[in-house]
């Protein structure tokens, strides 16, 4: 628990004092945002702020900072580190950064930012890439709060197939199609921030019942790998499997959908850089409930799922069992209320993202319902058919969510790329984002070579690493040396 302290310190420090070198970095001013300059009534329109944080913490949240966290928690103390450094230096530098980049250049999508920085080449492979990892988001946060919902009211063996959460998967997904079409002040600006209070009520709640109980886990220093909770390496396991929690790409995605509420460039600080430290406070408080789950004392049920330690799908029932066992009836219901709000929102301004990146790309306006249903209908069928094939396989879940974790980081690796192209022609510092991309280049590309593709020997993965580093530091380097040469 001592780490677990110095870690939430450590991150509201980060926001007071990296977050606002960050901020300076960047360099926010009073020109007119998007929201006010293109004001549309549907996407563009101003929002209070404090509304705007509550929608984009919602937003970014999903199942990541809780679910990524218990299953990160099985490497032990080395998921603190990850989450402490990942979210100040690269996860909310990346939010912040992409999100200030978005009101910039008009409220632009992730596809658009990324073509201007990296060529039009980039832009297409990444608006495609950048769909698809939306529509898995749509698919894999339909699952989770229905299985939690489910059980809810009847609790259910684990090892039950999907099918038995048909009803909820219906209902939420009919509720995506809704709140996809709808004008953003419609739904989301009304009940978001109920929700989010709902998931920062279940956390808070949570962090409390650790202090009660100051339950002994492993402290930073008595080594960071874990107990053989898990089969995987922490490296680079780890950092794909605790995204949300340190860094996402997914967030550079949702980032527009604030970036064109903003009234002023200002809010951003607290908006990107801010929204994204309370979720790494969600995912350490998380995982830390998940250390005494695993390393301390089993809560009742524990025996029940503890059999897969890498199985996706345990995840829900953990937080179920918790929920009920430490905040009792009440409690529990605003808990698990909270818990299951994160990824339907998420999962609906998910596919919002997706019909406004499939937009842009076409060229379609989106004040008319009738338009917006000529990118929705298409986009909800795909959706509908990766949905039917998670459900229908009994692994499809797993392995959606393997591809969506892989995806998911790579996007990120993308987005770094690109803002510290725009930091290196605006002649500031961009080694703030240059050892980030480094980082999680490495990162993705072992992971896939080593844990998706193949399995290699452990030697591979260190082989890989290196070969990863200098090819992406020639690459940078021969950029920067050509762009250097021509300004």
């Known amino acids: 628990m001592i780490t677990f302290l110095l870690s939430f310190v450590a991150l509201v420090l980060g926001y007071f004092l990296y977050g606002r070198f960050v901020e300076r970095v960047f360099g926010p001013d009073d020109r007119p945002t998007p929201a006010v300059a293109k004001a549309d009534g549907v996407d563009f329109m101003v929002l209070p702020g404090w509304k705007i944080f509550m929608i984009q913490f919602l937003n970014i949240a999903g199942t990541g900072p809780i679910f990524g966290a218990i299953m990160g928690a099985k490497f032990g103390p080395a998921a603190y580190l990850w989450i402490v450094l990942g979210c100040i230096f690269a996860g909310a530098t990346h939010d912040y950064l992409s999100g200030m980049l978005s009101v910039r250049h008009g409220g632009a999508n992730q596809p658009e930012l990324i073509g201007h920085y990296l060529g039009k080449t980039t832009k297409q492979v990444m608006l495609v890439f950048a769909v698809f990892l939306l529509m898995m988001v749509g698919a894999v946060f339909v699952f989770s709060p229905a299985k939690i919902l489910g059980d809810m009211w009847e609790p259910a063996v684990v090892t039950e197939q999907a099918g038995q959460y048909t009803f909820w998967i219906v209902i939420i997904f009919l509720y995506y199609l809704i709140a996809t079409m709808m004008p953003i002040d419609k739904i989301i600006g009304k009940i978001y921030p109920l929700f989010a209070f709902s998931l920062l009520f279940m956390a808070g709640a949570l962090m409390v019942m650790l202090f009660v109980k100051w339950p002994s886990i492993p402290e930073l220093w008595e080594g960071l790998p874990g107990e053989a909770l898990t089969p995987k390496a922490v490296f680079p396991a780890l950092f794909i499997t605790i995204a949300c929690g340190a860094i996402s790409g997914f967030h550079a995605t949702q980032s527009p959908l604030m970036a064109r509420c903003m009234k002023s460039e200002r809010q951003g600080r607290p908006?990107?850089?801010?929204?994204?430290?309370?979720?790494?406070?969600?995912?350490?408080?998380?995982?830390?409930?998940?250390?005494?789950?695993?390393?301390?004392?089993?809560?009742?049920?524990?025996?029940?799922?503890?059999?897969g330690a890498a199985a996706l799908n345990d995840a829900p029932s953990v937080v179920t069992i918790i929920s009920k066992d430490w905040l009792l009836a009440v409690g529990s219901i605003l808990a698990l209320l909270g818990v299951v709000a994160a990824p339907i929102t998420s999962g609906d301004t998910a596919l919002r993202s997706a019909r406004l990146i499939i937009a842009d790309f076409i060229h379609l306006e989106q004040r008319s319902i009738r338009k917006r249903l000529y990118v929705c209908i298409p986009l909800f069928a795909a959706v509908v058919a990766l949905l039917i094939w998670q459900m229908s396989d009994a692994n499809g879940f797993n392995m959606i969510w393997g591809w969506f974790g892989w995806s998911n980081q790579t996007l990120a690796v993308f987005m770094l790329w690109t803002v510290t192209v725009y930091l290196v022609q605006q002649r500031k510092p961009y080694v703030i984002t240059l050892i980030p991309a480094l980082f999680m280049t490495t990162v993705c590309t072992t992971y896939l070579f080593t844990e998706q593709l193949f399995t290699l020997p452990r030697i591979w993965t260190w082989i890989i690493a290196c070969a990863a580093v200098l090819v992406s530091l020639t690459w940078f380097f021969l950029w920067y040396r050509n762009y250097k040469s021509k300004h």
Do not use: S
């Open 271 to 307: 908006i990107f850089y801010g929204a994204m430290i309370t979720e790494g406070i969600v995912a350490l408080i998380w995982a830390t409930v998940a250390m005494f789950f695993f390393y301390d004392q089993p809560t009742p049920g524990y025996e029940q799922i503890a059999g």
